[in-house]
């Protein structure tokens, strides 16, 4: 037994030998904690550092990923609508899935509770959460509830199946492969900013304020009300190409080209002109005075495709709507740039969400 | 896409229509919240209501177990050692995977971080995780790190195997089927009442003050370092005994017993004299002057296994150190009732722990 040490276990204070989380990052916290643990059991065939956990029962691939959402970190209940969050919550776990080239079949949801949430409050973040399980076809098999003494709390763990050959890693990307991007970026990120905008004229206005989001509803609805694309995994797999790496752009392009080029030891080239970018978002960039391709590549949740194929794939992704080739893969030493719309080059870095600055 | 309603979404206003969580508790929410959602999948068996879900990949049985842990409901930091918490956050997972009668297998670790906790802390968490870890032959595979502006946030999600004819529901007893529970029961939660005592009295006392815990451990262990009883699901396979419905003491006794006899459709009697416990459980009730058989009937968190076995596994249960009978399943009609020491009924309540009282 260890010794106890009641009301002496004083976690607030920092002695010299601490360290800031903010000084390593989430990622770089994520490699600190996780290093230590090998895997031992033949059924987990790959740890932390993909969208997915693989596992294998009976020969089948199964795919585990878990996200948590924390109130006043992850969203604003001022301007999100529950029904929304849950289903964004639920969303958002499909998409590692899929970005594992798999098939989301079930979630738990587990939901932390303060006491000024009703019974009908949270049956809106069900509602939310049956959308989406009924569109992806995934089953809800369980979860915990418990009250919670702070913000809303809401962990989801979603599980996804894959026939052993057909996963894709984030490792397997081999210079001359092209990169390519499903829809288009930065919109979520513009949907965030307008939002917040409008909430903090309103809270300034008072109860009369209506905001104004004609002509922006595609912005906001890609913040608010994200899709995973099953339509994509379905279409490569229809049209017979298996990418060599692939993930999900949560954190930001730049965040997951380095991903990419990380894991598969590569490095990489993305030209600027072929970012794909919705209209609506550029002129809210405008709006904002911000860099448009800063936000394009840098803003995160948009829950598109970033994958590579072979060059021998290059007809084939043409035919395919909504996809977009936006540079390849070179050796490591080329190290990751973006190739400016003037010929020069820009090194990529990753300035994507973090929670811990 | 939905209209927005910009800072007009007040979810703190409670109208006439709303439902208190308090109302319908967490087993009456729960069931409120997943009775719309059907299983849609193959490879979905058995959804919300047991220890673990059962799905099925490869022909396989696979458990799927989610626990959500929130500083100030959950634990305690002024007497939780972080390790400790780190650790038991693993087991009572592992438990409920055992509870089903398989065996843990991988581990997903959702970490909430407020700005108050160091990389060094969040080692701690992970030194506990790790060692159990090793000790159940569990691997981390994945999880999620976010900073948290309220609580600390533990989520854990494991994942067990079984093979498709192992499995144990809940809901398999029959009347004249024995009920056995392992270990004893009520320790942990006067464990609880120790530290926090002490704990109070360190407050009022300030730094000088050094509780004394001698002839204590093993409540203090049981409180702040559980163990799954992986050990007795190993000898129950070893004898040749199935049970016919199992679950882990996780709220207490009365309320597990109630779940099984309610997914069972049966009733039960109990021997109020047959109910396990440490003299040091009874000790401590006494200089609680707290009703010893109450606390061992709803303290919870005790992690033992609770199950049933048919009449003529009698004399192998008999062989078993650790496990004791505590009495039989009836027809439903006869409800669930602890027979008294005088002979006399006493009908059997929930009063474990709910978090939303």
Known sequence: MTRMNVSVFV??????????????????????????????????????????????????????????????????????????????????????????????????????????????????????????????????????????????????????????????????????????????LGAAYMGLQLLERENKVAAESGKDFQPDFAGKEYILERQLKPEARKDIVAILREKGIKPTAMMDVSDGLSSELLHICKASNTGCRVYEDRIPIDYQTAVMAEEFNMNLVTAAMNGGEDYELLFTVPLTDKDK???????????????PELGAAMVTRDGGEMPIKAQGWNAFI
Chains 1, 2 share one sequence.
């Open 317 to 331: 992704i043409e035919t395919i709507n909504g996809v977009r080739m936006i540079g390849y893969i070179t050796k």
């Open 11 to 184: 976690i607030d204070c920092m002695s010299e030998n601490m360290t800031e989380i903010s000084q390593l990052g989430e990622f770089g916290l994520i490699e600190r904690l996780t290093k230590d643990f090998p895997l031992r059991n033949e059924s987990s065939r790959l740890g932390a550092g993909d969208d997915a956990a693989i596992l294998n029962f009976g020969g089948e691939d199964v795919l585990v990923t878990t996200d948590l959402l924390l109130e006043g970190v992850h969203f604003d209940l001022r301007y999100v609508p529950l029904k929304h969050l849950g289903y964004k919550a639920a969303i958002v776990n499909f998409s590692d899935i899929y970005a594992m080239n798999g098939t989301p079949r079930q979630i738990t949801v587990s939901l932390g509770i303060s006491s000024r949430f009703t019974v009908e409050h949270i049956e809106e973040i069900y509602a939310g959460i049956r959308l989406a399980c009924e569109l992806y076809g995934v089953d809800l098999v369980g979860g915990d509830t418990s009250a919670s003494v702070t913000g809303l709390v809401i962990s989801v763990t979603c599980i996804g199946e894959a026939k052993a050959d057909e996963v894709v890693r984030r490792s397997g990307a081999k210079p001359t492969d092209l990169i390519c991007v499903s829809g288009d």
